[in-house]
């Protein structure tokens, strides 16, 4: 499939805004199963340079700064992506590595712990305690294959939680989501990576878009013509695995990968220190069209 | 009898060991230079080393060298604690630990480097993966930071300690931002100027090489196609416990003292905004953690840092020692593997022990530690976790089973250490020479391919008996440690510049600091201006209360109204006439009411706040002067105390020392910026203070009586009734005073005189116009210095029908308002980059640095 991806954010100010530094992490991602044919950022008023990085995971990130005072920032980033239909996900051969196998290769295979490690500890938005591994118990049998058990665990959340739009704000700790049973895609994607982890797997955070379906005849999707985040697990011999906990689906050729990293303090697709003492308001607009 | 005495003193010393001692060596014999040491401290007598002790307590008070501590309601300033005993090693001895550090910091160096490139320590199974990955210093955004020089760590403190076999050990790690050098330094100074006798035979190296190596790095490590580079010493600012330290260190080493709201990042470089404008910066010795460094990379609530940082330092634009990454090594899991990382990096052993270490993310490691407790200390492996050392041996039975579920659940992140055992060295307590248990902090900076170890360090010793307490937090005292020799003619090290010695020739002045210049002479004078006006009042008001009617008289009531006025404490005398029957208890409310903004405790306290702010601007003449007022600040605010037969002694005093405080700027600051802001502040202050009290006392005509008592206040209050007297004699008339005060130039208190210094002082600040034209605030003096040249005194000495003297008070309103535009202009002129970055959180913890 191929995707024309127009991506605006808009932010108001109430006083003028003399300083601003932001970083991007809005490229997608060229993968065995993606290509990024071009991709523009457009930020209003411009900056005199903006600077490209590739971040510890391999993510493109872009770094610029306004000095001059401005009321509105637009960051507009637009791309051509191709998603080849999958490769990883749904499985023709499923995986039958099980989840005690699973757990005692990564704990002791030295290759897997020192490649995977940092996907099994807890990160700065991924921390659990008894109360998340006791959610997620019934799905993670030890005799049950890994792919299997997470597939489960996104049914469980999938069907327990609902998805509101305004109950969290990114920094809503997973125990409160758990506790409402409310959220948005990075609350559950938060959540499965911490039952994931709890349980000795490796699983990381993707940040991407999803392309929504038309209304008509279907169901629309959630989390739809918005940035949109899921999770990846580590299934030995195999490799990463993506699943969607928030559609309860298998990613595929409709979502756009931009990002990944522990959890989405590593890839927040936009973040910025300004200098002003006003308040601000913020608009987001996602297209994802495909061509 | 001398050598008897010694002996006994020594003996004495010596009779009270319970455990190893720094005075003797391994055979149980005294080490000679602690022979001589004693004989010479025996020389002196205890009573009178107990009286420079306390001389280098009141000099380092005076100093200003101080400890902050966190968490004390008044923000307390603990004075630093030096005990005058310095530790002693020999040089031989010294020169086997020094290749013991320069080894471990060549390692770390490798370590560094290792961690945030291709890891391959953990590739090659030298080190468990959890070294990285569970590391709280170990920050993602920095895999691409590098310094240009061939060393990472450029500057590197180890803490020592001796064991009972003689060797040092090393305790600890400090490699982000390490502290105390400075205030080595500064015991260093303090000893050599007030006991000078105590190294009598004794050859002492110096401290300054390593110093010298410091600045030679620096200037490597800055742009050479630059003559004068700036460089910029960070500090988190006032509030943190060792900003003295930052302070001291920073006017000694020559460089910029800037907080991170005074360095902006621009297209990709950083830049002071000092008054001068921006200012590119190349290079920034922080004294900031590594996760408060850059807020849109690191810590997002931090407001410490600068945005953007990173980035600059990635483009290679600016270099920041040390590199912030740099915590990843202070993580005290290393210690358990410091030996294989030594034979794998350099294929030699340690040099110097760590002490024995166990991380128990490994099964036998942790085994060990679960049924060893009783010997070990129990620390997370990541600093800052808020979890405290625990000591094995003082748990009950229920907290040690409690200990071990908690290890034993998440094991990786637990280490133990072998409980340190230090050495002992005599420390003066109480008038007595008593063993302390002491440990060493050693100092190194990178120099070229090898590390300078500083020939000396900061030893910090218990101040109780037979406990280990030594963090400055918790009031530990320090130590000159002396690297000592018999032979003075020892070559000295040879310091290779690669450039000439002068480094930053150009000290910018940050906007920050500029404000905080320019409020302190507004303050001082503000506090002056009204002391000044109510001791005059109190003197009227004593007179009448001795000699006078009971009935209170026209004219008290204007001066305590003016002073209302004055002070801007309405309502003040304006409205109560309960206040005006008993005057003094609003008066001690107006001089120690901390509260009130206005009252002389109030502007006193702004006045020290933003002293210590700038304190890298002041000289030892000015400390102790501020020292002074600190002291009579601390006295007023003691309101119970004060009655109307006292007030005036102290507040005489405080005008004392304030006054000398300027005379000491008047008479030895530099004339630059930092100069000419303070004067500015202060004349701008002098200016309306006087106006205010003119108005009140001459806005309305008043009966010839009550106005020769006004005009006698006015005069004392511009310090002109000895020359108006000489040419007027007792004839007292407001048109010959009004002549004086507004027209005299050559007095310091008429206004023209005022204004007109006040024209020449902005037209030397650095100016944002094009060539020769005026800035608004040169418009608006203009503009007032000739409204007052211009006055026609008889017009303005009379009244209307109602006996308003209006055409006075509209001038003296007009001149105030413009004076009062002058330094709104210059707030924005110079200071406006002083606004605080937006952070969408409060912040959580407080970036410390302690000792």
């Known amino acids: 499939m191929k995707y024309k991806l127009i991506h605006k954010t808009e932010y108001r100010y109430a006083e003028p805004v003399s300083n601003y530094h932001s970083l991007l992490c809005l490229t997608p991602r060229t993968l065995p199963d993606q290509l990024c044919t071009e991709f523009r950022i457009e930020v209003t008023p411009e900056p005199s340079q903006i600077f490209e990085r590739t971040d510890f995971y391999g993510n493109k990130t872009h770094y610029f700064s306004l000095h001059s005072p401005h009321k509105k920032l637009t960051v507009l980033t637009t791309g051509m992506v191709e998603r080849q ?67 489960h665990l996104c049914r469980k959340i999938y069907t327990e939680f609902k998805f509101v739009s305004d109950f969290t704000t990114i920094h809503t700790p997973i125990k409160d989501v758990l506790a409402a049973r409310k959220g948005v895609c990075q609350d559950f994607s938060h959540l499965a990576i911490a039952c994931i982890r709890s349980f000795g797997f490796a699983a990381r955070y993707v940040s991407g878009y999803l392309e929504t379906l038309p209304p008509p005849g279907k169901q629309k999707m959630q989390g739809s013509d918005a940035s949109h985040a899921w999770i990846s697990v580590y299934i030995p011999d195999y490799g990463w695995c993506d699943f969607d906990p928030t559609n309860n689906v298998v990613p595929g050729e409709r979502h756009i990968v931009t990002a990944w990293g522990r959890d989405y303090n590593d890839v927040p697709p936009l973040k910025g220190i300004i200098f002003s003492y006003g308040k601000h308001t913020l608009s987001v607009e996602v297209d994802v069209i495909p061509l | 009898m001398l050598a008897e005495a010694s002996v006994n003193l020594l003996q004495s010393y010596q009779s009270g060991l319970s455990s190893y001692d720094e005075v003797l060596d391994l055979n149980g014999r005294i080490k000679p230079y602690w022979k001589a040491l004693f004989s010479t401290m025996e020389k002196l007598g205890i009573d009178e080393l107990q009286n420079r002790n306390k001389e280098i307590v009141n000099k380092l008070r005076e100093n200003g060298v101080t400890y902050n501590v966190y968490g004390t309601p008044d923000g307390l300033n603990r004075p630093w604690q030096l005990d005058p005993i310095p530790f002693l090693i020999e040089q031989k001895e010294w020169n086997g630990i020094a290749k013991g550090l320069q080894q471990r910091a060549v390692l770390l160096d490798l370590i560094l480097k290792d961690l945030y490139g291709p890891r391959n320590l953990i590739k090659d199974g030298i080190i468990p993966a959890e070294l990285v990955f569970d590391n709280a210093g170990f920050f993602r955004p920095c895999t691409d930071i590098k310094l240009s020089s061939d060393k990472q760590l450029t500057l590197f403190a180890a803490d020592m300690a001796r064991g009972p076999d003689g060797q040092m050990w090393l305790v600890d790690n400090r490699t982000q931002a390490p502290s105390g050098s400075g205030y080595t330094l500064e015991n260093r100074i303090v000893m050599s100027k007030l006991l000078p006798e105590l190294a009598d035979g004794m050859y002492v190296s110096k401290l300054s090489p390593y110093f010298n190596s410091l600045q030679n790095t620096v200037l490597k490590l800055s742009d050479k196609s630059k003559e004068a580079p700036n460089i910029v010493y960070m500090t988190p600012g006032p509030n943190n416990e060792a900003y003295f330290e930052h302070a001291y260190l920073a006017s000694y080493l020559g460089y910029t003292l800037a907080q991170g709201d005074d360095l902006l990042v621009r297209n990709g470089s950083v830049w002071l905004k000092s008054i001068e404008g921006l200012q590119k910066v190349d290079v920034i010795i922080r004294r900031i953690d590594d996760d408060w460094c850059d807020p849109l990379e690191l810590r997002e609530d931090s407001r410490l840092g600068v945005p953007g940082l990173l980035q600059a330092i990635r483009m290679g634009n600016v270099q920041v020692l040390n590199a912030p990454g740099s915590s990843v090594l202070e993580n005290h899991a290393f210690h358990a593997f410091m030996g294989n990382i030594c034979t794998y990096f350099l294929g030699e052993k340690l040099i110097m022990p760590s002490v024995a270490t166990w991380w128990c993310g490994h099964v036998k490691e942790l085994n060990y ?251 030892m003449e000015t400390w102790r002067i501020v020292d002074l007022i600190d002291n009579g600040f601390q006295e007023i605010r003691n309101a119970g105390h004060m009655n109307s037969n006292n007030i005036q002694k102290t507040l005489d005093g405080l005008f004392n020392n304030m006054f000398t405080f300027l005379g000491i700027i008047a008479e030895s600051m530099p004339r630059d910026n930092s100069f000419l802001l303070l004067e500015t502040g202060k004349l701008i202050e002098r200016i309306l203070s006087r106006i205010s009290v003119i108005q009140s006392n001459f806005g309305v005509k008043n009966s010839s009586g009550v106005e020769n008592e006004l005009i006698e206040a006015t005069l004392i209050n511009h310090h002109l009734l000895v020359s108006y007297r000489q040419i007027y004699k007792s004839h007292l008339s407001v048109e010959a005073m009004l002549d004086m005060i507004l027209l005299e130039k050559t007095l310091p208190f008429s206004l023209v005189y005022m204004l007109d210094e006040l024209k020449s002082n902005l037209g030397r600040l650095p100016s944002t116009t094009r060539g020769e034209r005026l800035n608004d605030a040169q418009k608006y003096v203009l503009q007032a210095s000739t409204l007052i040249k211009l006055a026609d005194i008889p017009a303005l000495s009379k009244s209307n029908g109602k006996s308003d003297r209006s055409e006075l008070f509209e001038l003296l309103s007009e001149v105030s308002r413009l004076i009062s535009s002058v330094s709104v202009n210059l707030t924005n002129m110079y200071f406006s980059h002083t606004i605080m970055h937006h952070s969408f959180f409060e912040p959580v913890d407080y970036n410390k640095d302690e000792i």
């Open chain 1, 85 to 151: 239909s999958e490769m990883t996900g749904s499985l023709f051969i499923p995986s039958v590595v099980t989840c005690r196998e699973a757990r005692n290769r990564m704990l002791n295979e030295r290759s897997l712990k020192i490649a995977f490690l940092e996907y099994i500890l807890p990160s700065p938005f991924v921390k659990w305690d008894q109360e998340i591994m006791d959610f997620a118990q019934e799905c993670f049998l030890d005799d049950k294959p890994l792919y299997e058990c997470v597939q």
């Open chain 2, 369 to 619: 530690v679960l049924s060893h407790m009783d010997e070990l200390i129990i620390k997370k492996a990541n600093r800052k976790t808020k979890f405290r050392s625990i000591y094995g041996r003082l748990l009950s039975a229920s907290e040690k089973d409690e200990l071990k579920r908690m290890i034993s659940q998440k094991p990786h992140e637990f280490i133990a250490q072998q409980e340190i055992s230090l050495s002992t060295t005599p420390s003066l307590i109480d008038g007595n020479i008593v063993p302390r248990y002491a440990a060493l902090r050693a100092f190194l900076v990178a120099n070229g391919n090898e590390y300078h170890v500083m020939q000396g360090g900061l030893t910090r010793s218990s101040p109780v008996k037979d406990r280990f307490v030594i963090s400055n937090q918790y009031g530990g005292l320090s130590k000159d440690t002396w690297i000592v020799s018999d032979k003075t003619g020892e070559v000295p090290e040879k310091i290779v510049y690669t450039a000439p010695a002068s480094v930053n020739k150009h000290i910018s002045l940050p906007s920050q600091s500029a404000e905080n210049l320019f409020w302190i002479g507004r303050y001082c004078e503000r506090t002056m201006a009204v002391i000044k006006f109510m001791n005059i009042t109190i003197n009227v008001l004593n007179l009448d209360r001795n000699f006078g009617g009971s009935a209170k008289q026209e004219h008290i009531k204007i001066l305590l109204q003016s002073l209302t006025h004055l002070s801007a404490t309405y309502p003040g005398f304006l409205e109560e006439e309960e206040r005006m029957s008993d005057p003094y208890k609003e008066i001690i409310d107006l001089v120690s009411n901390t509260n009130r903004p206005g009252s002389i405790a109030s502007s006193i306290s702004s006045f020290l706040n933003a002293v210590s702010a700038v304190r890298n601007q002041w000289n």
